[in-house]
């Protein structure tokens, strides 16, 4: 027949048992609920990090210095000191495209002013590299590439920096003294955050590489070097001529390895982002799981229904039913149960997102295609499940069905 | 309503198997019912009364032998034609009433329209369903629930949904095999009325008094007719029940 007239009678047969039909769709509701508000969390998590992949800056190359090994024991990147200063200003020179260069050194260092002191990481840069980072200041202004070439004992700090040293005073024009040398503060940085491993990128220090070197951190070497270019596409061929002049004037020969690393930000971002991927993957497996136990209930209790209703079947039969009418008014029931669920359970999810937002202070991202997927999800769960009971009561014999105690 | 014949068996046989028994349920019937009629079906359990009212009901297909409802050959039809002939030529009326519970008279009553050929509105079903229920006295009675129904109610809106799709014969199964003896004679009443409007009714039943209602009585013992008469001094429910205001009174 007639799907009208079974969509009508599966709908009947619903509010016949409204206590039960909303127990059954509520295992569904608290599955899409949970897969909406997982996935919702860990697409936030995700965009977070991009965020903060970005806040690297636009369009950067990361070069770090070699590995050292000595006696076996090898040290991270940056380490080695293969990275001259001099590798920088080739690079400034001589890679087209090129825009901005901002030689690198850090070290974790006391810094102290007035009666409070506070271990935090300084920064020797250029001045191009609160350009490079698009960091802007709060207050005061930048070290300039005079104060670059001469060295001067001036920085910039970050938020937290400023916070833990300083207190509630403005840090512009004040000295700090770093491992005793007193630098004047020119300006306090906008806070950054924290950065896609979990660090406070606000806990720092900025000054003029070279005041670093020889005043504060000691040594000739970068551990790295920040590169901006003009435009993405030029990109990868910058990446490329840098690799090829840093081998040529590290004397490296062909075949042996590099003694530095080149890190476009594209990978960095790449990384992150597939391990957030992971993340939501789990999550969303996770409450697929409980999506399933949901439909399993309608499973059951579609079978229960189907025993206790066996009568009725007898009865709808006998009436002129057919086998396919049983079973497309079982099936509807389900599917009906299960998109009702559906469509609630996802009012739920972006409820309980919102709540963990705004009170969590998680972000969360909540996609439209997260929204149908899990839709229809749960109706395929509800024809899935459904199925087997809904066949099993098409299949009754009328006479055994009418005879059922 | 038609006058010819309306059932007619040929030499029906029915036979179960179950595992190794095989069990004759009904062994070569033969049997005419014309339009109009009224017969009571009767016989001990096991005389194969009720495997025949199944076969009658188009629910069962004889083995062998020949089942002519309203002269076309049903023995033969698959599952969903035999499906169909029922919605359409057939009435039940079960011992048992067979309503379905937290469901209105009225919907019960609409539910062989929904299986029906035709794709009615919700306000035409309620017309239809309506006004059968009236036909039977059960106006006002439209939205109450099977439970809140005297056996009584609850079995003449069992007639009324028997009756909705205007069926060729109406089949009763012990219909007041649950009812007291008053309320009984009140249903059977009922099938007078329906019987006096035309319709064909057959009905099984054990109790000889409830069979004198009946124009006819065919008996069965082993799966054959043993004795198939007029019913000589039938009585009118009408009668009876004014009888039993008068003894009481």
């Known amino acids: 027949m007639r799907i009208g007239s079974t969509v009508n009678v599966a709908f009947r047969a619903l509010r016949?048992?409204?206590?039960?039909?909303?127990?059954?769709?509520?295992?569904?509701?608290?599955?899409?609920?949970?897969?909406?508000?997982?996935?919702?969390?860990?697409?936030?998590?995700?965009?977070?990090?991009?965020?903060?992949?970005?806040?690297?800056?636009?369009?950067?190359?990361?070069?770090f210095s070699g590995s050292t090994t000595s006696s076996g024991i090898r040290t991270g990147w940056g380490n080695a000191g293969t990275l001259k200063i001099e590798d920088a200003e080739a690079i400034r020179r001589e890679v087209p495209g090129v825009i901005a260069v901002s030689e690198e050194i850090r070290s974790t260092t006391q810094v102290a002013a007035g009666n409070q002191n506070w271990l935090t990481q300084v920064l020797g840069e250029s001045a191009d590299y609160l350009d490079i980072r698009q960091w802007q200041l709060a207050d005061g202004a930048s070290f300039t590439p005079q104060d670059v070439r001469s060295a001067n004992k001036v920085c910039v700090i970050g938020r937290t920096t400023a916070t833990q040293v300083f207190g509630n005073d403005n840090p512009v024009g004040q000295v700090?003294?770093?491992?005793?040398?007193?630098?004047?503060?020119?300006?306090?940085?906008?806070?950054?955050?924290?950065?896609?491993?979990g660090s406070d990128q606000?806990?720092?220090v900025i000054m003029p590489y070279t005041s670093a070197m020889k005043r504060v951190i000691g040594g000739t070497t970068l551990r790295s070097i920040n590169v901006q270019v003009g435009d993405a596409r030029s990109l990868p061929a910058a990446q490329q001529q840098i690799i090829s002049l840093l081998r040529?004037?590290?004397?490296?020969?062909?075949?042996?390895?590099?003694?530095?690393?080149?890190?476009?930000?594209?990978?960095?971002?790449?990384?992150?982002?597939?391990?957030?991927?992971?993340?939501?993957?789990?999550?969303?497996?996770?409450?697929?799981?409980?999506?399933?136990?949901?439909?399993?209930?309608?499973?059951?209790?579609m079978l229960v229904s189907v025993t206790e209703r066996t009568r009725e079947i007898g009865v709808r039969l006998a009436v002129g039913a057919h086998g396919r009418d049983i079973l497309s008014q079982f099936l509807i029931e389900a599917v009906a149960l299960s998109s009702v669920g559906g469509i609630i359970g996802i009012a739920f999810g972006v409820g309980a997102s919102k709540v963990l937002s705004v009170y969590q202070n998680w972000p969360t991202l909540i996609s439209l295609s997260s929204i149908i997927v899990s839709f229809l999800f749960s109706a395929a769960v509800g024809i899935f499940f459904g199925f087997y009971p809904a066949r099993k009561a098409a299949a009754l014999d009328p006479i055994e069905a009418l005879r059922y105690e | 309503m038609n006058n010819g014949t309306v059932v007619k068996l040929v030499d029906v046989h029915k036979t179960y198997r179950t595992g190794e028994m095989e069990v004759r349920a009904v062994r070569g019937v033969s049997l005419e019912i014309e339009g109009g009629e009224f017969v009571a079906l009767m016989g001990a359990s096991g005389s194969g009364k009720s495997t025949l009212m199944n076969i009658l009901g188009c629910l069962d297909r004889p083995t062998t032998g020949q089942y002519f409802l309203d002269a076309a050959d049903v023995s033969k039809l698959d599952r969903d034609k035999l499906a169909d002939i029922r919605n359409s030529k057939i009435g039940f009326v079960f011992q048992n009433f067979n309503l379905l519970p937290r469901t209105s008279a009225r919907e019960n009553v609409e539910l062989p329209l929904l299986y029906g050929p035709h794709r009615l509105t919700n306000a035409e079903l309620r017309a239809k369903a309506d006004a059968v229920l009236a036909s039977v006295g059960l106006s006002g009675r439209e939205e109450h629930y099977p439970s809140e129904l005297s056996g009584g109610q609850q079995?003449?809106?069992?007639?009324?949904?028997?009756?909705?799709?205007?069926?060729?014969?109406?089949?009763?199964?012990?219909?007041?095999?649950?009812?007291?003896?008053?309320?009984?004679?009140?249903?059977?009443?009922?099938?007078?009325?329906?019987?006096?409007?035309?319709?064909?009714?057959?009905?099984?039943?054990?109790?000889?008094?409830?069979?004198?209602?009946?124009?006819?009585?065919?008996?069965?013992?082993?799966?054959?007719?043993?004795?198939?008469?007029?019913?000589?001094?039938?009585?009118?429910?009408?009668?009876?029940?004014?009888?039993?205001?008068?003894?009481?009174?």
């Open chain 1, 16 to 63: 016949r048992n409204k206590l039960r039909s909303f127990l059954t769709a509520l295992g569904i509701i608290i599955g899409v609920a949970a897969v909406i508000a997982m996935v919702g969390i860990g697409n936030g998590a995700k965009a977070q990090v991009e965020a903060q992949i970005a806040s690297l800056g636009e369009n950067v190359i990361l070069i």
């Open chain 1, 176 to 197: 700090l003294r770093i491992k005793n040398v007193p630098f004047v503060v020119t300006g306090v940085l906008t806070p950054k955050g924290l950065s896609a491993q």
């Open chain 1, 202 to 204: 606000d806990d720092v």
């Open chain 1, 248 to 301: 040529q004037r590290h004397n490296i020969r062909a075949g042996k390895d590099d003694d530095f690393t080149v890190r476009g930000q594209q990978e960095i971002a790449d990384m992150a982002t597939a391990q957030s991927k992971t993340m939501t993957v789990l999550l969303g497996a996770i409450a697929g799981v409980s999506l399933i136990v949901g439909g399993i209930g309608i499973m059951n209790i």
């Open chain 2, 155 to 249: 079995q003449r809106v069992a007639i009324a949904r028997a009756l909705i799709n205007s069926p060729e014969v109406i089949l009763a199964d012990e219909p007041t095999g649950n009812l007291d003896s008053g309320t009984s004679i009140e249903i059977m009443g009922a099938f007078q009325q329906l019987n006096d409007r035309g319709i064909t009714v057959v009905m099984v039943t054990h109790e000889p008094d409830i069979a004198t209602y009946a124009k006819r009585n065919v008996v069965m013992r082993d799966g054959m007719v043993l004795n198939d008469l007029v019913v000589s001094e039938r009585r009118k429910a009408t009668t009876e029940l004014r009888k039993r205001t008068d003894e009481h009174a």
